[in-house]
């Protein structure tokens, strides 16, 4: 006896489900099909194929699961859940030949490795591969995680592991029009948006504990658990360019880049509108949500870290040695092009005021009188990630952040400047050995940048100066 059944959800698949039915036919495994009120030949095509089948409205992909693992007589030790739009490789179909249950007594849950297809083309960077979905388990052991309302996952006790060359394919033909896919993932941003305000209103948690080091799903618990912490409308910018430089997502040509582009910031970017719309149709609730002094110091030091070092991080890769990266050294080097313009801006004021000056990609010499080198700690970075982090998660209206974000940064590189300037007329290491400019002007900029933020907080109500407004 096959110690396996197989359980695949369907709504129209008449395009799919042929695919899937003959990766598996030589598994001989008992087929359970739930269906959500198919009107092609879904139903026809399942009950050729010997499956049993079920009805049931669909709302969403948790609590169809839900349904699905209750409703059908499953004689078997294992259950195997698949989507209509998934093919099961020869590799994992052989491994699924020689399962044996004695084998794995000890083993509740098995992960399966899933290439997903867009138009065609396998999607292979990114963050997009491997990736692991937890496919196979016992039966009774797992269930269906319903405090989640769209991305879909199992939730077993005890031991699982992964099956890293058991491959199921994904790709869902009906993307291949793009009407189709932004159709699909708009009402899906619908459905994120309301969760992630459920979460803020301690609505909805999490069943999973989230850990980094855990298995693929207390993984992706943790990183979603950041996500909700980074600030809406800068974390899309900040995960699309990551996926496509640190996951080489820009590897994956002109349809993964369209991939990514759409679905790491652009359905990103649609939820984040969402959820402002859902807590601007509930005022009180939003202002205490977004306001929490607690929320606003947790996404400071998130953010101030990220980019501190992110900065270092991007250093190393810039800079030749053990970690260098050529395509980002030489296209996305923005550390050089700010040094560039530090040396530049200095020159040209130098130049202004009657001194003959040459410079190179580091250094800076005045006829007469000496030279400079804008080292790392020289730019100003640290500085730009604390003033940065402090305007981002601050909780004010978007335009204000805007508009003081950009003339903060420029007046800090201005102030940076003058300093490069006065460096060279004035100052020597050879006189002045004792006397560290860095920490002078890190003084008396974070001095400036205090002053700055405290009028900038006051002149429009923050994080508890609403409160207060609204008690009079």
């Not at 989507?83 to 249950?101: C, R, Y």
């Not at 869902?172 to 619908?190: A, C, G, M, T």
């Not at 300037?421 to 290491?429: G, I, Y």
Request: proline share 4%; hydrophobic share 45%; net charge positive.
């Amino acid at each position: 006896m096959v110690p396996y059944s197989v359980i695949i959800l369907t709504y129209n698949e008449e395009q799919h489900l042929p695919r899937l039915l003959e990766s598996i036919a030589a598994l001989k495994a008992p087929i359970f099909i739930l269906d959500s009120g198919s009107t092609d030949q879904t139903i026809q095509i399942a009950e050729q194929a010997g499956a049993v089948v079920q009805q049931h409205p669909f709302e969403n992909h948790p609590r169809q699961w839900d349904h699905a693992l209750k409703i059908f007589d499953i004689q078997t030790p294992w259950v195997i859940c698949f989507d209509a739009d998934q093919i099961v490789t020869p590799e994992l179909k052989e491994l699924l030949l020689n399962f044996n249950d004695a084998d794995y007594r000890d083993v509740n849950g098995i992960y399966f490795n899933r290439k997903n297809f867009f138009k065609g083309q396998w999607i292979k960077h990114g963050g997009y591969y491997p990736i692991y979905l937890l496919k196979m388990f016992r039966y009774k052991a797992g269930h269906s995680d319903l405090n989640e309302g769209m991305d879909h996952r199992f939730i077993v006790p005890g031991k699982t592991i992964v099956w890293k060359q058991g491959h199921i394919l994904e790709e869902n033909l009906k993307e291949n029009n793009i009407s189709f896919w932004i159709d699909k993932h708009n009402r899906y941003s619908d459905l994120v948006a309301r969760e992630e305000v459920e979460r803020m209103q301690n609505l909805r948690h999490q069943t999973l504990k989230p850990s980094l080091l855990g298995s693929p799903d207390e993984r992706t618990a943790w990183l979603k658990r950041l996500w909700w912490q980074l600030p809406r409308y800068l974390r899309p910018w900040l995960y699309f360019g990551y996926r496509m430089t640190f996951q080489l997502g820009i590897l994956d040509g002109r349809t993964g880049i369209i991939f990514h582009f759409l679905q790491g910031f652009w359905f990103r970017l649609i939820v984040d509108v969402k959820i402002d719309e859902i807590l601007n149709a509930t005022p009180k609730r939003a202002a205490h949500i977004q306001n929490s002094p607690l929320k606003f110091a947790f996404k400071f030091i998130v953010l101030f870290l990220l980019f501190y070092y992110f900065n270092i991080l991007f250093l190393g890769m810039t800079s030749h040695g053990n970690h260098y990266n050529a395509f980002l050294a030489t296209y996305l080097n923005y550390i050089q092009g700010l040094r560039t313009l530090l040396l530049s801006g200095s020159a040209f004021i130098l130049s202004a005021l009657g001194f003959d000056v040459i410079y190179n990609h580091i250094d800076l010499l005045v006829a007469g009188k000496g030279t400079i080198r804008l080292a790392y700690d020289c730019l100003g970075l640290g500085v730009m990630s604390f003033f940065s982090a402090f305007v981002i998660a601050y909780p004010k209206q978007f335009r204000s952040k805007i508009l003081f974000l950009i003339s903060g940064l420029l007046g800090i590189q201005f102030l940076n400047i003058i300093r490069f300037v006065l460096l060279a007329l004035f100052w020597s290491k050879k006189t002045n050995p004792v006397i560290d400019h860095h920490t002078i002007f890190n003084i008396i900029i974070y001095i400036l940048i205090m002053f700055s933020l405290y009028f900038w907080v006051k002149r429009e109500p923050g994080v508890k100066n609403q409160d207060k407004g609204k008690n009079k």
